[in-house]
């Protein structure tokens, strides 16, 4: 029996935690802009289903050249999943090269922080897999 809560719960803190992520870039690096508030949460909600849906048969695909760069290529499709946020909502901007670059290392690191703080985001995607690993493996008390 599952304790996680319903898949809708799921999905709209993951679309919110993308929000703020998202909304993060924009507040820090200046040429990420957005329109106003619903083209963020649009651009929210198509980038986690990029990152749903392509990002893990992308890493299926470029596993062969991952192996080969140490994963640096991971980090390229990382990359184009913000850029086809970019190319997809017409509200929301990223200029430059170098801007995809910072924004992705952002988006990385906020992640990354995200799987070890807890929170309402830990039930949904990878996070949630990781706590109910970590909860397996600790002693009953």
Do not use: C, E, Y
Not at 9 to 15: A, G, K, V
Not at 62 to 69: E, G, H, I, R
Not at 73 to 94: E, H, Y
Request: charged share 15%; proline share 5%.
């Amino acid at each position: 029996m599952s304790d996680a809560p319903p898949l809708w719960i799921r999905l709209l803190i993951s679309w919110l935690t993308n929000a703020l992520v998202l909304g993060l870039v924009t507040a820090i690096l200046t040429d990420v802009r957005v329109k106003n508030f619903g083209s963020l949460l649009f651009a929210a909600a198509v980038f986690g289903v990029l990152n749903t849906i392509f990002k893990p048969l992308l890493r299926f695909i470029t596993l062969p050249l991952a192996l080969l760069t140490l994963g640096l290529a991971w980090f390229f499709v990382s990359m184009l999943m913000l850029d086809l946020t970019d190319a997809i909502v017409s509200g929301f901007s990223i200029d430059g090269f170098w801007t995809l670059v910072w924004a992705t290392v952002m988006v990385w690191l906020v992640n990354m922080a995200l799987d070890f703080i807890p929170g309402p985001w830990q039930i949904t995607g990878k996070r949630g897999r990781i706590n109910r690993s970590r909860s397996r493996r600790l002693p009953a008390s």
